[in-house]
């Protein structure tokens, strides 16, 4: 539809609004983070005010901030590049190879993503006991992989599906191998799927807190897990909780705004082109 | 189209040259074997493991005993699950209409051409990258009577304005909602806005031609069109109800009181503070059942659908 350019200008006017109001408790809780604790709590809230780095000084000195950065850094590329190493063989096989059975395992595989994760939460935490992967980050890191691998194979598993099946051919008349099949032509050709992907699962390793705040202490808990642990009920701290959210979501953001193709992608598991 | 949906392989696929298909599929078939194997070993397998503990007297420790359906009768008998289980259909369904009804005006609005379509987009789809915690976080400093929306109103002006839902019990759940519309609608109007870009636009200039007014286009010959995205919207935002728990502990902790407790919490609280495995798989025993029998009829009809109608 083309309204007319008056209507154009509300419509712009309204939509920034929108976008104002759906924005501004994160734009609030970024202001907030700069105040001292008094100025945070002040009467009226102040617009206005000399900004401090106090809190992220406060932050970062309280609670080792910068371990639990580590951590979250860690585990999420360390986890999204173990899922990528399974899932891109798999996903190959899926979409150039599909047997009977590819269509169930699929349905299959992203049916467990459905499943509550409380399901399964005893077992994995008594074999965790065990295997003595409680607060290790090797251990989240395999926790994750097997939490996102269903969607990021079929993530994966739709990218692939784009690229034409003759390229592919071509390549193996040319006598390519199975592997440099993958390497050198599949892998090149679906890289911002690829990415994509690899943000999706970054994004979700990033802001998983289900099985950090249950699976770890402090040796590889994550940031969601110290944000969890700075959140008292009534609002204590506020200026410096403010500041370790804004730290926890500040990479998303920028991350983000650099790559917003592969974000609406990434995060609407590839329903978006 | 945009949709997700699992398309059947196509028959020609496999027709290939003989040896070449075999030398391929192998391996191909070994690319998927580990996969398959975790999916039903891990899942299928620790599932049953809860669905086994459910039937034992396990405290702190796992035992492998049997007490019959004694977990079960105690569950059902405790006002902590009752609530939590009432929390969550509250919320279930506050929450998928509220994020479909948002997200498509939102849509709506992004389709008529307005500048700066992709930051608004982005934007939008913000809320959707953050996580539970930093939103719960957010949220419940907004909410926070002395703190947020309601001391921000009364400080400018008016010294009536109140609202307190998020320390009254009775309303308390709902702030819950609210905060998980904030970050599912951007989600819902990104895969709906794919879909409306989908529709022939010849279809409007025939409306307009006949004089039907936009919000009754949108509805009556639109919103039918968008309905695999429908679908698929409600399918991710469904996997989110299931596992409403961060949000809940970042925002409430399951306060005041009981009053929002969520089944999710309440199996963790189990298994961690009251050293109750028993009654706590026994809880989440009934959360997989729910979700089973939610999901098995979906997954039915998109079997025969399919098997019927392409292959």
């Known amino acids: ?273 | 189209m945009n949709s997700i949906s699992i398309q059947a392989p196509r028959a020609g696929v496999l027709v290939r040259r003989g040896r070449r298909r075999v030398g391929r599929g192998l391996p191909a078939a070994l690319a998927l074997l580990p996969t398959a194997l975790v999916v039903l070993v891990v899942y299928v397998g620790c599932m049953l493991w809860t669905v086994r503990l459910s039937f034992t007297g396990s405290t702190l420790l796992p035992r492998y005993d049997w007490v019959g359906f004694a977990q079960y009768v105690r569950l059902f008998a405790n006002d902590r699950f009752l609530t939590s289980a009432g929390n969550i259909v509250i919320f279930g369904i506050l929450f998928i209409t509220g994020c479909l009804i948002l997200g498509f005006l939102l849509a709506v609005f992004i389709d008529q051409n307005v500048r700066g379509e992709g930051v608004l987009r982005t934007i939008f789809l913000y809320p959707y990258a953050m996580s539970f915690i930093v939103t719960g976080v957010a949220w419940q400093w907004f909410l926070n009577p002395g703190l947020g929306l309601q001391k921000l109103m009364r400080d400018t002006g008016f010294p009536g304005f109140t609202f307190d839902w998020l320390v009254n019990p009775d309303m308390a759940i709902y702030t819950i909602v609210i905060a998980g519309i904030w970050h599912g609608a951007g989600l819902t109007m990104a895969i709906l806005l794919a879909g409306l870009r989908g529709v022939d636009s010849d279809l409007w200039k025939a409306a307009r031609v006949d004089g039907v007014p936009a919000w009754r286009y949108y509805l009556s010959v639109v919103l039918p069109l968008l309905r695999p995205m429908v679908v698929t919207a409600t399918v991710l935002l469904a996997t989110g109800v299931v596992k409403l728990y961060d949000l809940v502990v970042a925002m409430t902790l399951g306060g005041p009181g009981i009053s929002t407790e969520v089944p999710a919490k309440f199996v963790m609280d189990h298994l961690f503070e009251r050293n109750n495995i028993g009654l706590g798989t026994a809880a989440a025993t009934i959360m997989l059942i729910a979700v089973v029998s939610i999901l098995a009829p979906w997954v039915y009809a998109r079997y025969v659908r399919e098997e019927g109608g392409r292959v």
């Open chain 1, 1 to 273: 539809m083309n309204p007319g350019i008056r209507e154009r200008l509300v419509l712009t006017a309204v939509g920034w609004i929108a976008a104002g109001l759906i924005f501004f408790p994160v734009f609030w809780m970024v202001l907030t983070s700069f105040k001292t604790e008094v100025e945070a709590v002040q009467t009226p809230p102040s617009l206005f005010f000399t900004p401090t780095l106090e809190n992220y000084a406060a932050v970062r000195e309280r609670a080792d901030y910068v371990h639990f950065a580590t951590n979250s850094v860690v585990i999420s590329l360390g986890a999204t590049l173990l899922a990528l190493v399974v899932a891109v063989p798999a996903a190959y096989a899926m979409a150039f190879f599909p047997g009977k059975r590819t269509k169930d395992l699929l349905l299959w595989m992203l049916s467990t993503k459905m499943m509550p994760a409380v399901g399964v939460l005893i077992p994995v935490y008594l074999l965790f006991r065990d295997f003595g992967a409680i607060d290790s980050r090797w251990g989240l890191i395999v926790v994750y992989t097997l939490m996102n691998l269903p969607i990021v194979i079929w993530m994966l598993y739709t990218f692939f599906k784009e690229v034409p099946k003759d390229i592919l051919e071509a390549g193996r008349m040319d006598g390519a191998r199975p592997r440099q099949e993958v390497w050198l032509l599949l892998m090149p050709l679906s890289l911002p799927g690829i990415a994509s992907t690899a943000l999706l699962s970054i994004i979700l390793c990033w802001n998983e807190a289900f099985w950090s705040l249950n699976l770890t202490t402090s040796a590889a808990a994550p940031l969601t897990t110290f944000i969890a642990s700075f959140s008292a009920p009534e609002g204590l701290f506020w200026a410096k909780l403010s500041a370790a959210s804004t730290v926890a979501i500040a990479p998303i953001l920028v991350f983000g705004w650099m790559s917003q193709r592969q974000l609406v992608r990434g995060l609407t598991f590839g329903a978006v082109k």
